[in-house]
T-cell receptor, first 115, second 113 residues
Framework: AQSVTQPDIHITVSEGASLELRCNYSYGATPYLFWYVQSPGQGLQLLLKYFSGDTLVQGIKGFEAEFKRSQSSFNLRKPSVHWSDAAEYFCAVGPTTSGTYKYIFGTGTRLKVLA | DAGVTQSPTHLIKTRGQQVTLRCSPKSGHDTVSWYQQALGQGPQFIFQYYEEEERQRGNFPDRFSGHQFPNYSSELNVNALLLGDSALYLC????????????FGDGTRLSIL
């Protein structure tokens, strides 16, 4: 069955420190992968996506993610975290063939940033 | 360029009532998906509408139904509300076809008393 696992429920980092959020997926074919961010009381904003090509993907707000097929992972990274990055982050896998349309989300990682 | 808009932003209902939530997709998008996000959880897929028809459904009971209008806007209806239906309901729009990212609205917070 298709699934997405985000092992870390909460992560706390200091402002200016580097960040890595983990995501592992289970999918029968080459997945279509996403990272979204959700601020309190708001919807989800797309940070970046990957389907094919370069396995290191650049997104908005200085985020990047690396697809590693051998590890079934798509970890999100940022070299220097800002206080405004405090939010909840969701990894998701989307459909890659016609006939399927649902996105499957992980349970999220809540990021806290210390001043 | 307006993004995905949802109404209302908050709603309080009692058990057994019925509710209708509304969504206007991002300009140019023709596909609408609905998700339920319980507190502390990731969004769960309810269904997707394209060309005014439901084309895929998640693991939700028939109490959850929807509609898409010719202008691509959509409604989510939930009948016989249960306490467990309390959640943030998110609408996402996209272009049809694979490899099209979904764009989300800010959601409707539904509370059941």
């Amino acid at each position: 069955a298709q699934s997405v696992t985000q092992p870390d429920i909460h992560i706390t980092v200091s402002e200016g420190a580097s960040l890595e959020l983990r995501c592992n997926y289970s999918y029968g074919a080459t997945p279509y992968l996403f990272w979204y961010v959700q601020s309190p009381g708001q919807g989800l904003q797309l940070l970046l996506k990957y389907f094919s090509g370069d396995t290191l993907v650049q997104g908005i707000k200085g985020f990047e993610a690396e697809f590693k097929r051998s590890q079934s992972s798509f970890n999100l990274r940022k070299p220097s975290v800002h206080w405004s990055d405090a939010a909840e982050y969701f990894c998701a896998v989307g459909p890659t063939t016609s006939g399927t349309y649902k996105y499957i989300f992980g349970t999220g990682t809540r990021l806290k940033v210390l001043a | 360029d307006a993004g995905v808009t949802q109404s209302p932003t908050h709603l309080i209902k009692t058990r057994g009532q019925q509710v209708t939530l509304r969504c206007s997709p991002k300009s140019g998008h023709d596909t609408v998906s609905w998700y339920q996000q319980a507190l502390g959880q990731g969004p769960q897929f309810i269904f997707q509408y394209y060309e005014e028809e439901e084309r895929q459904r998640g693991n939700f009971p028939d109490r959850f139904s929807g509609h898409q209008f010719p202008n691509y806007s959509s409604e989510l209806n939930v009948n016989a509300l249960l306490l467990g239906d309390s959640a943030l309901y998110l609408c996402a729009s996209s272009l049809s076809g694979v490899h099209q990212p979904q764009h989300f609205g800010d959601g409707t917070r539904l509370s059941i008393l």
